[in-house]
């Protein structure tokens, strides 16, 4: 259901210069009608604004959690954006950390920044989107060299609702059998198609919307 929330976000994604339409190659190879690139968030009112959406849905998820993760490098300013307003609005103080994409060989060394897991933590992932799941299979051996970890969740701007590597399964699926993560999302494809159709001034993109998902998505 395209809630009130939902549109919000959408049109603060579009407003950021965040969500955009036209020809597009995703990270697995795929021409999409729409791309997602949380590289463009640039200003402390919209981090401001982005944390708050994040820290809302993870907050309303009720999930148990020690930290937050934030896969380097798009994942470490919404990492940090989602612990700061989780803190200023309700109040959960929780501590955050994430990777370096080159192990350190100076001073403390290492390839984490910050909080620096122990046995037995639940760790949250905070990213942008899932496409293939390729992210998430590369940010698991990071989380899984600290310790024995739990990692049941995971919290992004956009579920694609993409096939993973097999055709029958979506990628978010494949993470959840292979990983056992919830993968939690502020809206889905779905969602920013039907905002469009409800928005005259994107009706131009609406075929495309259609036979992307077509070709390419599961949704429920």
Same mark, same amino acid.
């Given at each position: ?12 994604? @579009? ?9 597009? @190659? ?7 009608? =729409?791309?997602?690139?949380?590289? !463009? =968030? ?33 994942? $470490? ?6 612990? !700061? ?27 984490? &920044? ?8 639940? @760790? &949250? ?30 919290? $992004? ?17 494949? &993470? ?5 993560? !919830?993968?939690?999302?502020? &809206? ?16 131009? =993109? ?15």
């Amino acid at each position: 259901m395209l809630t009130q929330e939902k549109k919000e976000f959408i049109s603060f994604m @579009i407003s950021s210069g965040v969500l955009k339409f036209g020809e597009f @190659i995703t990270k697995s190879g795929r021409n999409t009608p =729409y791309f997602i690139n949380t590289g !463009n =968030y640039k200003t402390g009112s919209q981090f401001h604004l982005l944390g708050k959406f994040y820290a809302k849905i993870l907050k309303e998820s009720c999930c148990k959690f020690d930290a937050l993760f934030g896969p380097a490098y798009k994942g $470490i300013s919404l990492v940090t954006c989602c612990a !700061n307003a989780l803190y200023c609005d309700y109040g959960i103080d929780k501590p955050f950390f994430f990777n370096r994409k080159e192990v350190k060989d100076h001073g403390e060394g290492g390839n984490l &920044v910050g909080y620096m897991p122990h046995d037995g933590d639940r @760790i &949250v992932i905070i990213e942008d989107v899932i496409t293939a799941g390729t992210a998430v299979r590369e940010s698991m051996p990071i989380l899984q060299s600290c310790g024995r970890i739990k990692c049941e969740d995971m919290f $992004i701007s956009v579920n694609r609702c993409e096939i993973g590597q097999n055709a029958s399964k979506t990628a978010i699926t494949e &993470v959840k059998e292979q990983f056992g993560i !919830n993968v939690h999302s502020i &809206v889905n494809v779905k969602d920013i198609r039907n905002y469009l159709k409800a928005n005259g001034e994107y009706e131009k =993109y609406i075929t495309k919307m259609d036979g992307y998902i077509d070709k390419y998505c599961i949704i429920d």
